[in-house]
Protein backbone atom coordinates (compact mmCIF):
# COMPACT_ATOMS: atom_id res chain seq x y z
CA UNK A 1 0.00 0.00 0.00
CA UNK A 2 0.92 3.71 -0.47
CA UNK A 3 2.93 5.52 2.39
CA UNK A 4 2.98 9.25 2.37
CA UNK A 5 5.20 11.34 4.09
CA UNK A 6 4.93 14.81 4.60
CA UNK A 7 7.64 16.78 6.21
CA UNK A 8 6.61 17.99 9.18
CA UNK A 9 3.91 18.25 11.41
CA UNK A 10 4.16 21.77 12.14
CA UNK A 11 5.90 24.41 10.25
CA UNK A 12 6.04 28.31 11.88
CA UNK A 13 7.06 30.99 8.90
CA UNK A 14 7.00 34.93 8.93
CA UNK A 15 4.36 36.50 7.14
CA UNK A 16 5.53 37.71 3.70
CA UNK A 17 7.57 34.77 3.24
CA UNK A 18 7.62 31.84 1.05
CA UNK A 19 6.14 28.69 2.76
CA UNK A 20 7.59 25.32 1.47
CA UNK A 21 5.49 22.14 2.39
CA UNK A 22 6.74 18.49 0.95
CA UNK A 23 4.92 15.11 0.35
CA UNK A 24 6.86 12.10 -0.05
CA UNK A 25 5.63 8.98 -1.32
CA UNK A 26 7.31 5.53 -0.78
CA UNK A 27 5.39 2.85 -3.50
CA UNK A 28 3.72 3.54 -6.71
CA UNK A 29 3.72 6.78 -8.45
CA UNK A 30 0.25 7.61 -8.91
CA UNK A 31 -1.63 9.33 -11.73
CA UNK A 32 -1.95 12.32 -9.97
CA UNK A 33 -1.29 13.94 -6.65
CA UNK A 34 -3.77 16.43 -5.16
CA UNK A 35 -3.32 19.10 -1.93
CA UNK A 36 -6.02 19.97 0.52
CA UNK A 37 -6.28 22.55 3.65
CA UNK A 38 -7.98 21.91 6.15
CA UNK A 39 -9.19 24.30 8.86
CA UNK A 40 -9.85 23.45 12.80
CA UNK A 41 -13.45 21.98 13.21
CA UNK A 42 -13.81 21.42 9.51
CA UNK A 43 -13.35 19.02 6.20
CA UNK A 44 -10.63 19.14 3.75
CA UNK A 45 -10.85 21.74 0.82
CA UNK A 46 -9.18 20.71 -2.79
CA UNK A 47 -6.64 23.40 -3.52
CA UNK A 48 -4.63 21.68 -6.76
CA UNK A 49 -4.03 18.67 -8.71
CA UNK A 50 -1.01 17.67 -10.39
CA UNK A 51 -0.86 15.05 -12.93
CA UNK A 52 2.20 12.67 -13.62
CA UNK A 53 2.92 13.98 -16.51
CA UNK A 54 2.99 17.82 -15.30
CA UNK A 55 6.41 19.33 -13.59
CA UNK A 56 4.33 22.12 -12.53
CA UNK A 57 0.74 24.13 -11.89
CA UNK A 58 0.35 27.27 -10.11
CA UNK A 59 -3.19 28.72 -8.60
CA UNK A 60 -2.47 32.64 -7.33
CA UNK A 61 -0.26 32.63 -4.77
CA UNK A 62 0.36 28.89 -4.38
CA UNK A 63 2.50 26.75 -6.64
CA UNK A 64 2.70 22.61 -7.08
CA UNK A 65 5.41 20.39 -8.26
CA UNK A 66 5.46 16.77 -9.06
CA UNK A 67 8.68 14.57 -9.34
CA UNK A 68 7.96 11.29 -10.11
CA UNK A 69 11.61 9.96 -9.91
CA UNK A 70 12.38 11.29 -6.74
CA UNK A 71 8.74 10.40 -5.98
CA UNK A 72 7.83 13.96 -4.40
CA UNK A 73 5.78 16.89 -4.48
CA UNK A 74 6.80 20.37 -3.04
CA UNK A 75 3.54 22.71 -2.29
CA UNK A 76 4.82 26.85 -2.08
CA UNK A 77 2.91 29.63 -0.52
CA UNK A 78 4.25 32.73 -1.93
CA UNK A 79 3.97 36.33 0.22
CA UNK A 80 2.30 33.94 2.97
CA UNK A 81 -0.54 35.76 5.02
CA UNK A 82 -2.02 35.12 8.33
CA UNK A 83 -5.19 33.65 7.15
CA UNK A 84 -2.99 30.70 4.84
CA UNK A 85 -2.74 28.91 8.38
CA UNK A 86 -4.01 25.74 8.11
CA UNK A 87 -3.13 22.34 8.24
CA UNK A 88 -2.42 20.73 4.52
CA UNK A 89 -2.72 17.34 3.16
CA UNK A 90 -1.05 15.48 0.66
CA UNK A 91 -3.32 12.81 -1.30
CA UNK A 92 -2.74 10.41 -3.53
CA UNK A 93 -5.34 8.14 -5.28
CA UNK A 94 -4.35 4.13 -5.31
CA UNK A 95 -3.00 2.34 -8.38
CA UNK A 96 -4.99 1.59 -11.57
CA UNK A 97 -8.47 3.35 -13.41
CA UNK A 98 -11.98 2.95 -12.08
CA UNK A 99 -10.67 3.71 -8.13
CA UNK A 100 -11.10 7.46 -6.82
CA UNK A 101 -10.97 7.35 -2.65
CA UNK A 102 -7.66 8.77 -1.52
CA UNK A 103 -4.78 8.25 0.74
CA UNK A 104 -3.88 11.30 2.93
CA UNK A 105 -0.65 12.25 4.52
CA UNK A 106 -0.61 12.77 8.01
CA UNK A 107 -0.70 16.44 7.29
CA UNK A 108 1.86 19.49 7.76
CA UNK A 109 0.18 22.16 10.12
CA UNK A 110 1.25 25.52 8.90
CA UNK A 111 1.45 28.77 11.43
CA UNK A 112 2.33 32.37 9.42
CA UNK A 113 3.34 34.39 11.82
CA UNK A 114 2.17 38.25 11.69
CA UNK B 1 -24.81 27.46 -3.07
CA UNK B 2 -25.28 23.83 -1.03
CA UNK B 3 -22.23 21.92 -0.13
CA UNK B 4 -22.11 18.62 1.47
CA UNK B 5 -23.87 18.66 4.78
CA UNK B 6 -23.60 15.88 7.42
CA UNK B 7 -25.27 15.37 10.62
CA UNK B 8 -25.47 15.38 13.57
CA UNK B 9 -22.51 16.76 13.71
CA UNK B 10 -21.39 15.96 16.75
CA UNK B 11 -22.60 12.59 18.42
CA UNK B 12 -21.48 11.03 22.14
CA UNK B 13 -22.43 7.58 22.36
CA UNK B 14 -21.82 5.19 25.24
CA UNK B 15 -19.85 2.06 24.39
CA UNK B 16 -22.09 -0.54 23.11
CA UNK B 17 -24.80 1.94 21.45
CA UNK B 18 -25.55 1.98 18.02
CA UNK B 19 -24.83 5.38 16.17
CA UNK B 20 -26.10 6.48 12.36
CA UNK B 21 -24.39 9.15 10.97
CA UNK B 22 -26.08 11.00 7.68
CA UNK B 23 -24.16 12.71 5.09
CA UNK B 24 -26.06 14.78 2.17
CA UNK B 25 -23.94 15.34 -0.62
CA UNK B 26 -23.77 17.69 -3.58
CA UNK B 27 -26.85 17.23 -5.73
CA UNK B 28 -25.92 15.35 -8.85
CA UNK B 29 -22.70 14.56 -7.70
CA UNK B 30 -22.18 10.39 -8.50
CA UNK B 31 -19.48 8.80 -6.18
CA UNK B 32 -19.68 9.40 -2.61
CA UNK B 33 -16.80 8.59 -0.20
CA UNK B 34 -16.74 7.82 3.85
CA UNK B 35 -13.56 8.53 5.90
CA UNK B 36 -12.12 8.32 9.30
CA UNK B 37 -9.68 10.87 10.45
CA UNK B 38 -7.90 10.56 13.88
CA UNK B 39 -6.89 13.52 15.82
CA UNK B 40 -3.56 14.56 14.03
CA UNK B 41 -4.08 12.11 11.40
CA UNK B 42 -4.74 12.44 7.99
CA UNK B 43 -8.36 11.42 6.39
CA UNK B 44 -8.24 6.90 6.31
CA UNK B 45 -10.65 6.05 3.48
CA UNK B 46 -13.61 3.79 4.91
CA UNK B 47 -15.99 3.19 1.62
CA UNK B 48 -16.90 4.38 -1.89
CA UNK B 49 -20.75 4.33 -3.49
CA UNK B 50 -21.11 4.96 -7.05
CA UNK B 51 -24.71 5.79 -7.43
CA UNK B 52 -26.27 3.13 -5.24
CA UNK B 53 -23.81 0.59 -5.87
CA UNK B 54 -21.28 0.20 -3.07
CA UNK B 55 -17.46 -0.66 -4.93
CA UNK B 56 -15.66 -0.55 -2.23
CA UNK B 57 -15.81 -1.02 1.33
CA UNK B 58 -12.21 -2.81 2.29
CA UNK B 59 -11.32 0.20 4.49
CA UNK B 60 -14.66 -0.34 6.99
CA UNK B 61 -12.65 -1.45 10.30
CA UNK B 62 -14.94 -4.11 11.46
CA UNK B 63 -18.43 -5.77 10.51
CA UNK B 64 -20.01 -3.40 12.91
CA UNK B 65 -19.56 -0.66 10.43
CA UNK B 66 -22.20 -0.68 7.68
CA UNK B 67 -22.92 2.22 5.16
CA UNK B 68 -25.76 2.03 2.79
CA UNK B 69 -26.79 5.07 0.03
CA UNK B 70 -30.12 3.24 -1.27
CA UNK B 71 -31.39 6.11 -3.85
CA UNK B 72 -27.81 6.98 -5.04
CA UNK B 73 -28.20 10.20 -3.07
CA UNK B 74 -28.03 10.52 1.06
CA UNK B 75 -26.05 7.91 2.31
CA UNK B 76 -25.72 6.59 5.83
CA UNK B 77 -22.93 4.89 8.10
CA UNK B 78 -24.02 3.07 11.01
CA UNK B 79 -21.91 1.85 13.92
CA UNK B 80 -22.87 -1.08 15.74
CA UNK B 81 -21.96 -1.67 19.55
CA UNK B 82 -20.11 1.23 19.51
CA UNK B 83 -16.11 1.28 20.96
CA UNK B 84 -13.77 3.57 22.35
CA UNK B 85 -11.59 2.97 19.54
CA UNK B 86 -14.30 4.12 17.07
CA UNK B 87 -13.99 7.85 18.67
CA UNK B 88 -13.28 9.66 15.66
CA UNK B 89 -14.09 12.59 13.08
CA UNK B 90 -16.58 10.67 10.08
CA UNK B 91 -15.96 12.78 7.00
CA UNK B 92 -18.56 12.43 3.94
CA UNK B 93 -17.03 13.86 0.39
CA UNK B 94 -18.82 13.62 -2.38
CA UNK B 95 -17.29 14.13 -6.27
CA UNK B 96 -18.78 14.71 -9.29
CA UNK B 97 -19.05 11.95 -12.53
CA UNK B 98 -15.30 10.59 -12.93
CA UNK B 99 -15.94 11.01 -16.73
CA UNK B 100 -15.49 14.67 -16.41
CA UNK B 101 -12.06 14.07 -15.31
CA UNK B 102 -12.83 16.32 -12.22
CA UNK B 103 -10.94 14.11 -9.35
CA UNK B 104 -11.45 17.10 -6.75
CA UNK B 105 -13.81 16.02 -3.80
CA UNK B 106 -15.80 18.24 -1.41
CA UNK B 107 -15.76 17.36 2.08
CA UNK B 108 -18.35 17.76 4.22
CA UNK B 109 -17.80 19.46 7.97
CA UNK B 110 -17.79 15.90 9.25
CA UNK B 111 -19.70 14.45 12.67
CA UNK B 112 -17.07 14.03 15.38
CA UNK B 113 -18.17 10.72 17.22
CA UNK B 114 -17.03 10.37 21.15
CA UNK B 115 -17.65 6.84 22.78
CA UNK B 116 -17.66 7.10 26.82
Known amino acids: SQKIEQNSEALNIQEGKTATLTCNYT??????LQWYRQDPGRGPVFLLL?????KEKRKERLKVTFDTTLKQSLFHITASQPADSATYLC?????????????FGKGTKLSVIP | GAGVSQSPRYKVAKRGQDVALRCDPI?????LFWYQQALGQGPEFLTY????????KSGLPSDRFFAERPEGSVSTLKIQRTQQEDSAVYLC??????????????FGPGTRLTVT
Open chain 2, 49 to 56: FQNEAQLD
Open chain 1, 91 to 103: ALPPRGAGSYQLT
Open chain 2, 27 to 31: SGHVS
Open chain 1, 27 to 32: NYSPAY
Open chain 2, 93 to 106: ASQALAGTFSYEQY
Open chain 1, 50 to 54: IRENE
